[in-house]
């Protein structure tokens, strides 16, 4: 196993190669949103170990991030609506110094872009305008705009348009939202025409019947999720960093539970093609799967903010949040694409991580179990800042003691 001191040996190794050449950011008030996200703990821990002092908005103070150490005040708002956490960040940066504003879920990122006249006064918040934004998160744009500048793209249609799908889209397809929105359906994989014309039905608008109003039908990618993440500043990249999926949760598809750090020539060429068409400024990443079939790199979608694996990027080097604070700070960036490549992490406690991936997947069980045995092998669980981990370690067992439903 991991020792504390391994730990605590790593995690300054990590944050001296990300500092490399910059300047300190220790004093720094940041403020950072959607406290309950396992990335968000990432951010609090990567920024307080640096010496910034990291404000939380939170609808509550039991909530992941805000029992992190390096949570340095918890600013509570009456809920944890969008509506209550906007308006309590709003007059928190009014009441307050905060040298940066930091959102992390998609809502929070465009609801704070949207208002970035009345945030600017008081703070700095290092998003694009929000028009950007909502373009980069609709996957149908993204799949126009990738032919446009060369990137391969799965062929993709609205689902309104199925009539289309003979012979353009071959079977199995996929099924999913053209854009971020809360609660939004989960992904559906269709063999035949019929398991389609079923699948649309029941993700049909109740109120008009409409079948597919904010849906794509998408070719399907066998192969591996990868992964291009960037910081801009002002259209211009100043950090990238690759990293390629070993598990998910769920297995069939969905976020990172176990990934690991990589580097090649051609992703990094498609992700920025793609961040340059829009002219970027902040964070994002772009995601990719890599073809069994032909070994290309085809765009899956742009997540326009932080994303799950973030853990990992930090664990490597590439200090992300760290990038959004000195540009905050007036700092203009070098461009680096330095860090520790074949680093592989995992998140084995963390909801929708490695333990999560074995209900789904029993057969991975034996392979989780080497990664928590390896000490070469990163974690999200510091010894050194354990409220967290012990949160989500009563969070698994609440999970496990729920009565099934019959």
Request: glycine share 8%.
């Amino acid at each position: 196993m991991t020792t504390s001191a391994q730990l605590q040996g790593f995690a300054e190794t990590a944050i001296g190669s990300s500092l490399a050449g910059s300047k300190s950011i220790a004093g720094t008030h940041a403020l950072v949103t959607d406290e309950h996200y396992k990335h968000t703990l990432g951010i609090v821990r990567q920024l307080g170990r640096q010496g910034v002092l990291v404000s939380v908005v939170a609808g509550s103070k039991e909530s992941l991030a805000c029992r992190s150490r390096y949570c340095h005040q918890v600013i509570l708002a009456e809920n944890g609506s969008a509506e209550s956490l906007v308006k309590t960040t709003l007059r928190a940066v009014q009441e307050k110094h905060f040298d940066v504003v930091i959102p992390v879920s998609y809502s929070m990122t465009m609801a704070l872009a949207q208002r970035k006249d009345q945030l600017l006064p008081f703070t700095r918040l290092e998003l694009p305008h929000y028009q950007t934004i909502g373009q980069a998160a609709d996957k149908l744009e993204m799949a126009r705009l990738a032919q446009r500048v060369g990137v391969p793209t799965p062929r993709t249609i609205r689902a309104s348009e199925r009539d289309r799908l003979n012979p353009e889209l071959p079977f199995p397809l996929v099924i999913k939202p053209q854009r971020e929105f809360p609660r939004r359906p989960p992904i559906h994989y269709v063999h035949n025409k019929e398991e389609l014309s079923t699948a649309l039905l029941e993700l049909s608008d109740p109120r008009d019947g409409s079948a597919g109003s904010d849906l794509i039908v998408q070719e399907y990618i066998p192969g591996r999720g990868c992964g291009l993440f960037a910081t801009y500043q002002n259209g211009v990249c100043k950090r990238v960093f690759m990293h390629r999926r070993v598990r998910e949760y769920p297995a069939t598809g969905g976020v990172s539970s176990c990934a690991e750090s990589f580097w090649d020539s051609t992703l990094e060429s498609h992700g920025r093609r793609m961040l340059d068409a829009l002219n970027w400024h902040g964070v994002a990443m772009v995601e990719f799967r890599q073809d069994d079939r032909d070994s290309e790199y085809k765009l899956m979608e742009i997540n326009p903010k932080f994303w799950g694996s973030l853990d990992l990027a930090m664990a490597a080097g590439a200090d992300f949040p760290g990038d959004l604070c000195r540009m905050a700070l007036g700092q203009t960036l070098l461009f680096t694409d330095q860090y520790r490549r074949d680093l592989r992490f995992h998140w084995p406690l963390s909801g929708q991580g490695d333990l999560y991936h074995v209900w789904t997947r029993p057969q991975s069980l034996f392979a989780v179990v080497l990664d928590l045995l390896n000490p070469r092998v990163r974690s999200n669980v510091w010894w050194g800042d354990l409220g967290p981990n012990l949160s989500e370690m009563g969070s698994l067992a609440a999970r496990a003691f729920r009565p099934r439903k019959a």
